[in-house]
């Protein structure tokens, strides 16, 4: 069935392996980004494999941009069938040295963007009946990491609020969710964090920065051998549109064995998080 699927922050990385694969596989997508003079590595890429996207102005942080994106493509189709929420950034410091700004910076883009996103579209879904909103998060939203802990705060809060939402909108209103959750992605991802790092004050020189540093000197092991860390776009890309395509989606999927195999003491018995819906909706709505 083709799908009207609306993808947030296809800029760069994953977002433009998201777009292209799933108008590849038949749907018609409205790839966003914040800033419409990034678009070159899209629409390069679009034009690879001959395909057509529509492109729109969105920023996860303003609600009235995000309002007006989603009232554009339901002027335009009549609905919206997927919404992934893509758009993310990742943060490397600890609490103590985060400025008050970086913390709500992270959260924002990470959490309220989601929400803000899942807000816009949710009611023309429950009109429609049916629907699907992906998540991207991260085994740093079931593993808390070192340095990370406000980037995995942020994504801890989007799997919360996945299984939450899940938990009544799938069996009252059809509309599904799931949480999307890959180890490390081999794009400019990795390299912003490194950037964001530097553009906040670098490496400071405190009683963190040994241990820091061990942080990121094994981010190089992390990436070598047959079951590295980090997949390609493509790859996590590949996940996100066979779920895209599936009659009943996964409440949380992940996108590799390491990712699997990190996240194996919160996941066994659940794997795909139907076991803990099926729970929440006896306990909560019989």
Aim: aromatic letters at 6%; a negative charge.
């Amino acid at each position: 069935m083709q799908k009207v699927v609306l993808i947030t922050g296809t800029s760069t990385g994953l977002g433009v392996s998201l777009a292209v694969q799933a108008a590849a596989a038949g749907h018609t997508v409205y790839a966003t980004m914040r800033d419409l003079a990034k678009r070159a590595a899209l629409d390069n890429a679009a034009e690879d494999v001959g395909i057509e996207l529509s492109v729109l102005e969105l920023d996860v942080q303003d609600t009235g941009s995000v309002e007006k994106a989603v009232s554009t493509i339901v002027q335009e189709q009549g609905r919206i069938d997927t919404l992934i929420n893509n758009a993310g950034a990742g943060f490397v410091r600890s609490t103590e040295q985060a400025s008050q700004a970086d913390i709500e910076w992270v959260l924002d883009v990470n959490l309220m963007g989601v929400i803000r996103c899942t807000k816009a579209v949710i009611g023309h879904m429950r009109e429609a009946k049916a629907g699907h909103i992906i998540n991207i998060s991260s085994v740093g939203g079931l593993v808390g990491q070192p340095f990370n802990e406000l980037y995995c705060a942020a994504k801890f809060a989007v799997e919360g609020y996945t299984e939450a939402m899940a938990s009544y909108m799938t069996p009252s209103f059809g509309i599904h969710f799931t949480a999307v959750e890959p180890g490390g992605i081999s794009t400019e991802f990795a390299n912003n964090v490194l950037q964001q790092v530097q553009a906040s004050g670098g490496m400071l020189e405190d009683e963190y920065l040994p241990v820091l540093q061990q942080y990121i000197g094994g981010s190089q092991t992390r990436q070598e051998g047959a079951n590295a860390a980090y997949q390609t776009a493509h790859e996590v890309a590949e996940v996100v549109v066979d779920i895209i395509n599936a009659d009943e989606p996964p409440i949380r999927a992940r996108t590799s064995e390491w990712a699997e195999e990190l996240t194996r003491f919160k996941t066994n018995l659940d794997p795909d998080g139907s076991k803990q819906q099926s729970m929440v909706v006896e306990r909560f709505l019989s």
